[in-house]
């Protein structure tokens, strides 16, 4: 048998098919939802009705009656353990204990043959709650005397990566400061000072299928099926709250049904284990999607800025003060407030800066990570004063841009990464595909963004490919697929260092049992550094056979001849390893591991009688260094472009007194095919400048960024400057009229 | 109550509970778990399936209505010729990202090309609407399904 030869550069940089097509489009691919274990029980979660209260007592006695129910867990079941978790900080119990801090906490969970037994059995749990003063919001949470929403003190978290926490402040968990240069000097001395208050709404990911979770305790051993984004980091809680070898959990993750964040770290899992350790048996937990939306959210946000400039448009400096409400327990929230410090004063020269983002405990749900978290909260702020630079200095947006941007190798923050991108060349780019110069009506606005979302997370990835017998080869990464393509980009990647091809490459799913150690699916990290991981152990097969060769002159078709010459017989396999380590002690303050790019641009018509917002056209970057799948990097934009314009038009998590009011579907909009712009491009751009195999660098965050900002701007010059997002026909009727009454519109 | 239809071709016979939802019981009694369960208010499209050839959200559904009726789940259209011309041009696209409302999304389009109602880019906006797909921004779906109609 003979492999099939191809030709260096021929598997990368093409539009291969998606490996996982055939099985998705058939329904064949595997789901947790759609998995079932020998003797599993069904799990339902008993949720807290109110915002804040103590718990005065919980009565399971009917309940633990009723027919098939096998269990009922409460909090009184974690004695034997430190039952709080939390990677960042350990402030959240499996199940409430003492206290419900938010609407819809875990408050008790029963095990039971059926889904419709456990649902019973939950409504026939009494509890009695005495309620508390309500923190809605992060002004009262930060107001002097506020209550406090948890009296714990921080307890670090196994993976913050923050360096060490301080103290916490009232109801500040968390608290990123950057400052550089003499601030309020160079202030006083600008001709133009910009400066406003922003809100940004509490949003839901909405992966489409809800996170759900499998867990099955047997002695020491855990064994999970479940829906999350990094096994191995659940791996490490789950063993560290169970108190068990890291080696005796496993950790299986199938097809995922989307991610975005929401299924970053620890969610359901905790429970699940302690529920399926309580009942001896196997427990499946599968959330509803009103349970989804309180078990992680994004943040809301309240933001003071002003920025300074020259009156010929050079900016001078900026300021930002920002609080943002993670909610009853800080989740991924002093990541996300971090990143959001380091995006916040955009990619400027600056003189002078200074940043103060804090992370907030409120009585709302917890609030983590939602794709391009950071950056989306502040660009769409920091850009619009930008532009409103350059509208007082009578500049086009753009050139405030070409005299201001950084370019590559100049300082992003004072001992990070410095810029290693073209973001003139890209917001150039973005621009003239919205038609820049092209004459327009005056209600139709047109706007561009340009920002830096810090990405690759910690860099710490392996992978393995093994050389089969009959010249296939399968590689085992950590990964996981949940519609991104690694499967397929990383197969294209091992196929082009084998010089075969990448159909005759599989790449499986993850399984802490058996696929090497990879932190985590986000960040836009995997085809930088796992897919780096991988190159390295697809190249480590390749020296392998050059070594039993004893020559490097050999081709695809040698391969079975060499591994028959070294093992002897028509069997064995070939091992090759490739580890990803920091380069530097892979702290926060000396990353990112690449800036990844947020440009993007927007076109809108507004009709000043009904107040709705029409986007017309975008544009978007994948600054992608080097595009393994072109068609991939397409589509990743196109999904970003569109969540993007759901964070800005209409998506809002509403919540009165702690209560959250849209908990449905019916009543929370997510963009549907009606929701297409009319022309949606992306840009790629290949600089070969990135830190991954071949020069790439992650893409699929940026645009979620960047779509908001340039929407924003473009309503802006249609007449229309908002402080407030999303952009509903309510809010920017609203403006419109205010702007009536200022003498302001028509402009 | 008993219930005697026709999946996906086959004469299935079975005692339902009269509240059952459709999805539930091709999930759990048939085994056919194409068919997905996410937003449960029949906003969201993944659960869809076709009943005597239209797309009904199986989760808003009863299974005691289908009753005497024609259900085709994705693993039945699958099983079709016609697939095969949707599988290649969804693939060709990469209409699909994580894949969790492919199969709704599939069996919808493929009742509307069977009906013609997908015959430019406004209707195919309009008349896909009630399947919503949070990964792929819907281009790579719109241009697999103009191809798709173009070609009939």
Known sequence: MTTTVAAPGTQIGRSAPRRDAHEKLRGQAQFVGDMLVPRMLYGKVLRSPIAHGRIVSIDTATAEKMPGVVCVLTGADLADIDPYYGHAIKDRPIVAIDKVRFHGEQVAAVAAETPAAAAAAVDAIVVEFEELPVVGDVATATAPGAPLVTEREIVPGLFHGLGELEPREGNVCYRYRLDKGELESVFARADVVVEGEYTFQSVYQYAMETHTVIAQYEGDQ???????????????????????????????????????????????????VALARKAGRPVKIQNRVAESMVTTRRHNTSCRM??????????????????????AYADNGPRVVATAGDAAPGPYRWTAYRVD????????????????????????????????????????????????????????????????ADLVGDVEKVAAA?????????????????????????????????????????????????????????????????????????????DTRFTPYDRSTGASRSTTIAGLAVQRAAADIRQQLERIAGTSDIGPDDYLALMR???????????????????????YAEGPVFWEVCVGAAEVEVDPETGVVRVRRTATCADVGRAINPQLVERQDEGATLQGLGNALFEEMVYE???????????????????????????????????????????????????????????????????????????????IQELKEEGKWPQ | VEIALSVNGAPVTRDVAPQELLLDFLRDSLGLTGAKKSCEVQVCGTCTVLVDGLPVSSCCFLAADADGREVRTIEGLAGRPEFERLEEAFTRHAGLQCGFCTPGMLLTVSALLESGELSSEDEIKRNLAGNICRCTGYRGILEAVEELAAAR
């Open chain 1, 357 to 420: 983002a804090s992370c907030v405990y409120t009585n709302l749900a917890p609030a983590g990570s939602y794709r391009a978290f950071g950056a989306t909260h502040m660009q769409w702020i920091g850009e619009s004063q930008v532009d409103e630079v350059a509208r007082r200095c009578g500049l086009d947006p753009l050139e405030v841009r070409r005299q201001n941007l950084c370019v590559p190798g100049e300082e992003i923050r004072a001992g990070g990464k410095p810029l290693d």
């Open chain 1, 434 to 510: 919205v038609g820049w110069d092209d004459p327009k009506s005056p209600l139709v606005g047109r706007g561009v963004s340009v920002g830096l979302l810090a990405a690759g997370a910690h860099p710490v990835s392996s992978a393995v490919c093994r050389l089969e017998a009959d010249g296939r080869v399968v590689v085992l990464v950590g990964t996981t697929e949940m519609g991104q393509g690694p499967r397929t980009a990383f197969a294209q990647i091992a196929a082009e260092e084998l010089r075969i091809d990448a159909d005759r490459v599989t790449v499986r799913g993850a």
């Open chain 1, 222 to 272: 855990i064994t999970l099926w479940a829906t999350c984004q990094h096994p191995f980091l659940v791996r490490a809680e789950i063993a560290d709250l169970f108190r068990v070898p890291v080696a005796n959990v496993r950790v299986q993750v199938p097809y995922l049904g989307g991610g975005f964040g929401s299924k970053s770290y620890t969610k359901m899992e905790p429970l699940t």
């Open chain 1, 306 to 327: 002003r920025t300074a400039a020259t009156s010929d448009g050079r900016l001078l400096a900026r300021e930002v003060v920002a609080l943002f409400d993670t909610g």
């Open chain 1, 657 to 735: 007194d702690g209560l959250l009011l849209n908990d449905t579907l019916l009543d929370y909009r997510i963009p549907s095919f009606d929701d297409l712009p009319e022309e949606m491009t992306c840009v790629i751009v290949e600089n070969e400048d990135g830190p991954g195999p071949y020069g790439a660098k992650g893409c699929g965050e940026g645009a979620l960024a960047a779509v908001p900002a340039a929407v924003v701007n473009a309503l802006a010059d249609a007449g229309v400057p908002m402080n407030e997002l999303p952009l509903t026909p309510e809010r920017v009727w609203r403006r």
């Open chain 1, 565 to 587: 010459k070294h093992f002897g017989f028509a069997g064995g396999e070939l091992i090759g390893r490739g580890e990803v380590a920091p380069v530097g002690t892979g702290s």
